[in-house]
Each structure stands twice: as structure tokens, then as C-alpha cells.
């Protein structure tokens, strides 16, 4: 059965403090992992989509890994309108249906 | 630009009462997909579609239905609204292909809340 799992569930963080997100997953034929970031009471925001091992993306203070079983999301000096809740999910088999993890509650605190 | 409408964005009703929530999207993409969010579930897969006039079951369908006549429209149905069906309805559209491939990201709408009473 295809899984996505994310860790930690929630991370606090003091302003500039770096640290990562992780989400594992397995899936039959992976055909792109992403990242979303999901403010309270909105929908979710797309940020990164990586498509094979030893892929990385960046914006901003935000860099995307991936391996053949993770992948990270590197947050490097936080601010505060970095809180968020970190989505990941990935695409496989046919395409048509997206798997998401329950996500990293993300608080920066100043 | 809107991207993704759903409406409406907040709704009450009694157990066995119907509705339906609309999505539209303006960015002429083939898929069209609703979710629902509940707190320690993450996003779930209701229904989805790959394109105009087409359907299909996604990870928890049951009491639901789905109508895609318009290319840019998605209705969710709720005919017999129970209190399990308290949740955030989220819906988001993708293109058809990216890099030739069939992938792309999903362009998610604001999110409808619905209470089941």
C-alpha cells in the first residue's frame, strides 16, 4: 500500500534557528514528490515538486531533497512568517491520484 | 486570475440534508480533484476527474457524489449529510501533462467548512 509519512508532527523553532522537515514514503513508481505549505484557514500553497533521487530545489530560506525512500525540506535561518504547516505527497502508479502526509506543524518563534 | 473558487466557503446543516459544493477553475486544466481534511488525517482523495464528463473514486467516496459537465466546474454532493461528513473540502485542479509526462502539481482552492448537525 502506497504511504507517505512526515516527521516530526511538530517542530518550534527560535528565529534563525535551521532544521529540517522529513517525509518518507512508499510507493510503486514515483512520479513526483511535493512540497506544500498550508497557512490556518487556507488552502494549500504549492512550493516544490522533485522528480528523481538526488534532486534538489530552493527558494528563499527553503531547500527540497530527495532520495529513493525521503526526502527533507531544509528550512535555513527561520523567520516567523515561516509558520506554517508543511504538506508533502507524492504522485505514482498511474499519475491520476496523490498520496499526502499529515503534515509538520512549523512554529519560528522570533 | 482566480485559480480556484470553491463556494460556499462556510455551511451548517442537519443530519440527512443535502447539498452540493461547487469548485471552478479558470486555468483550463484537465484534472479536478476534491479532498477532505480532518485534523491527524491529512488530505484524503473523495473523487476525482481527468477530464470533462469523467468520474472516478478516490480513497473515500462513500456518501458522496461528483458531476463534472463543464471542464472548468467540479460539484460535490452530499445527498444524506451525516456528522462524519464534518470537515474541510478542499478541491485543486492540475494540468493534464508536465515535462510530457502525466504529473504536474495540484493549484488548491480556499477550502469549504462544512458542520454536519
Known amino acids: 500500500e502506497d504511504q507517505v509519512t512526515q516527521s516530526p508532527e511538530a517542530l518550534r523553532l527560535q528565529e534563525g534557528e535551521s532544521s529540517s522537515l522529513n517525509c518518507s514514503y512508499t510507493?510503486?513508481?514515483?512520479?513526483?514528490l511535493f512540497w506544500y505549505r498550508q497557512d490556518p484557514g487556507k488552502g494549500p500553497e504549492f512550493l516544490f515538486t522533485l522528480y528523481s533521487a538526488g534532486e534538489e530545489k530552493e527558494k528563499e530560506r527553503l531547500k527540497a531533497t530527495l532520495t529513493k525512500k525521503e526526502s527533507f525540506l531544509h528550512i535555513t535561518a527561520p523567520k516567523p512568517e515561516d509558520s506554517a504547516t508543511y504538506l508533502c505527497a507524492v504522485q505514482a502508479g498511474t499519475g491520476n491520484q496523490f498520496y499526502f502526509g499529515t503534515g509538520t506543524s512549523l512554529t519560528v518563534i522570533p | 486570475n482566480a485559480g480556484v473558487t470553491q463556494t460556499p466557503k462556510f455551511r451548517v446543516l442537519k443530519t440527512g440534508q443535502s447539498m452540493t459544493l461547487l469548485c471552478a477553475q479558470d486555468?483550463?486544466?484537465?484534472?479536478m480533484y476534491w479532498y477532505r481534511q480532518d485534523p491527524g488525517m491529512g488530505l484524503r482523495l473523495i473523487h476525482y476527474?481527468?477530464?470533462?464528463?469523467?468520474?472516478a473514486k478516490g480513497e473515500v467516496p462513500d456518501g458522496y457524489n461528483v458531476s463534472r459537465l463543464k471542464k472548468q466546474n467540479f460539484l460535490l454532493g452530499l445527498e444524506s449529510a451525516a456528522p462524519s461528513q464534518t470537515s474541510v473540502y478542499f478541491c485543486a485542479s492540475r494540468t493534464a501533462t508536465r515535462q510530457g509526462s502525466n504529473t504536474g502539481e495540484l493549484f488548491f482552492g480556499e477550502g469549504s467548512r462544512l458542520t454536519v448537525l
Open positions: 510507493v510503486s513508481g514515483l512520479r513526483g
Open positions: 486555468m483550463n486544466h484537465e484534472y
Open positions: 476527474s481527468v477530464g470533462e464528463g469523467t468520474t
